[in-house]
């Protein structure tokens, strides 16, 4: 019952809503351009209940909760991929409702609603949290270090002190962080109060592609200080942005092979992070959500076919040509975006299952 409380409610609640404003993006530009809406739905598989609105779409939760779909009229499955034989056995009329009668650029706008109703989400999420319980300031106090990371090798402990680095007093980590991002790669002396000890350590922060690397620091929260509203809209854009960019960062780096696809988590990931924030209350949950639905957003982007951004992609393709892509082609296409994205999960499932020790005790179990 405690894992129940603690962990599957706060999960159903994140990804529910945040899959809910990623499919109504979808719906609502869809309308709009004059497209035949038949099934929103929230989840896979059988429906649980469900209701049809006055425009014939069907509204329903579904058994699976992982995800969810808008079905347009056309199309022949939840991945928006056109049904051709349906389309032109069709009358002219309905056949003008479908996603796959309208013009490229309609399709985009459809296509990228979804993630830029997740932007939009987060922007406005952020921004309420920041007027209403305010942004946090950091302390130079290490809450926790991270493993494997350079702070972790050079001896810094969680519940240290930074008192002073190369002699210049520090009183709030961000000041920590503009001297460790202006060192240009040059040694760093951190003078740590541990305790009732003093303690020097050194560190070199690793320069890569002309950035400075991060040391792997976790400061504790000092406070929250709220802002007024067009601050609050402003640090919102900003780290809307900044989620983005470091998003697409890391993944490149994982295509190009100097990042770990070690570091991909499922939805036991998302379930643990959700339930570990709802322990902090409802603004450190919906603060998660904001962040999640950023992510969600963007990873929707990527130029993969089943994808939002394998759609764009296509149509993209189309303008240039000047026709659609064949047939046969986008069959393939879409058949290689599923091998691809199953195959993701699977992988990020696996490093779950191994991060959470679910498979050292099953084998412990077994033998």
């Known amino acids: 019952m405690d894992w129940l409380i603690g962990y ?53 939760f579904s058994l699976i909760p992982l995800g969810g779909y808008v079905r347009m009229f056309g199309d022949a499955d939840a991945s928006s991929r056109p049904d051709h034989d349906a389309l032109r056995k069709a009358p002219d009329e309905l056949r003008q409702q479908s996603l796959h009668s309208k013009t490229p650029w309609q399709r985009i706008a459809i296509s990228a609603a979804g ?13 309420i949290v920041f007027m209403i319980k305010g942004q946090p300031t ?73 950035a400075v690397k991060l040391l792997g620091i976790n400061p504790a929260i000092k406070e929250f200080v709220p802002q007024g509203p067009l601050s609050a809209c402003k640090d919102s854009v900003v780290l809307v942005y900044h989620l983005c960019t470091s998003l697409t960062y890391g993944v490149g780096r994982m295509i190009v092979g100097k990042g770990s696809a070690n570091e991909l988590g499922s939805f036991l990931s998302i379930g643990s992070m959700a339930g570990d924030s709802a322990k902090f209350g409802a603004v450190a949950l919906i603060s998660f959500m904001a962040i999640l639905s950023v992510n969600l957003g963007m990873i929707n982007l990527f130029p993969i076919p089943m994808l939002d951004g394998g759609h764009i992609l296509f149509y993209l393709i189309e303008i240039v040509r000047k026709k659609p892509i064949s047939e046969k082609a986008q069959e393939y296409a879409f058949i290689m975006g599923f091998v691809l994205v199953m195959g993701l999960m699977l992988f990020s499932t696996w490093n779950d299952l191994v991060r959470f020790k679910v498979i050292g005790w099953f084998l412990k179990g077994n033998n």
């Open 138 to 210: 950091y302390s130079t106090t290490v809450a926790a270090v991270s493993p494997g990371m350079q702070a972790e090798k050079a001896g810094l402990l969680a519940d240290d002190t930074i008192l002073k680095i190369n002699h210049e007093t520090v009183h709030d980590f961000e000041q920590v962080r503009g001297i460790i991002r202006k060192s240009g790669g040059k040694e760093l002396n951190f003078e740590i109060q541990r305790q009732q000890a003093m303690v020097t350590i050194t560190m070199t922060p690793e320069v890569e592609n002309g």
């Open 8 to 60: 599957l409610i706060p999960f159903l609640v994140v990804l529910t809503v945040l899959v809910f404003v990623h499919e109504l993006g979808h719906y609502l530009v869809a309308r709009y351009n004059g497209v035949r809406i038949e099934v929103f739905s929230i989840g896979f598989g059988p429906e649980i209940f469900g209701w049809t609105d006055r425009v014939q779409t069907r509204w329903k």
């Open 115 to 127: 993630p830029l109703a997740n932007f939009l989400f987060s922007f406005i999420v952020l921004a």
